[in-house]
């Protein structure tokens, strides 16, 4: 693994640059569309300034020569690596992106050795539980983990 691709499941991530923010960002809305109206509010991730997120924390890109499909972000802290946000564009979902998303989410972490971290049902099907509920002004946000065993880090 180098530093600017990442390889789960048989896909090849890249990692996001200046020129990639607006791209990202379009994919982010698509992605997170659904959720407004479920919400009643706009997603914590479509509220975020994605050129400090470009700097602070790892964004990955899933594309293709044409388009591109997904967005994973990652943060790296001192003891874990919040998955930030996984974003997969309307056509791809139900692909199996997101669980090569997460894949290659859990294969960063054992690079770094960290376990990881991650807020949501669909994520508890992949072996992440609560690790704890943020009440917010305006909603509340799971925040879960998946801690890995030293096996599977090494």
Do not use: C, F
């Not at 706009?42 to 890109?61: H, K, N, Q, R, T």
């Not at 974003?87 to 054992?110: D, I, Y």
């Amino acid at each position: 693994m180098d530093a600017a691709t990442l390889r789960a499941e048989g896909r090849i991530l890249r990692r996001a640059t200046v020129e990639d923010i607006d791209r990202a960002l379009a994919l982010q809305r698509a992605a997170y569309a659904a959720n407004r109206a479920l919400l009643g509010v706009e997603p914590i991730p479509l509220l975020a300034d994605y050129s400090a997120i470009l700097l602070e924390m790892e964004v990955w890109l899933a594309e293709d020569a044409a388009h591109l499909r997904g967005v994973l972000i990652l943060e790296p802290r001192e003891d874990d690596l919040l998955l930030w946000s996984v974003a997969v564009a309307p056509s791809e979902q139900g692909t199996g992106l997101g669980r090569s998303l997460l894949a290659a989410t859990e294969k960063r972490a054992r690079h770094l050795g960290r376990a990881v971290v991650r807020r949501i049902a669909w994520y508890g099907r992949h072996g992440y539980t609560v690790e704890r509920i943020e009440e917010l002004s305006d909603r509340s946000v799971t925040h879960m983990v998946k801690r890995l065993t030293s096996a599977t880090i090494s």
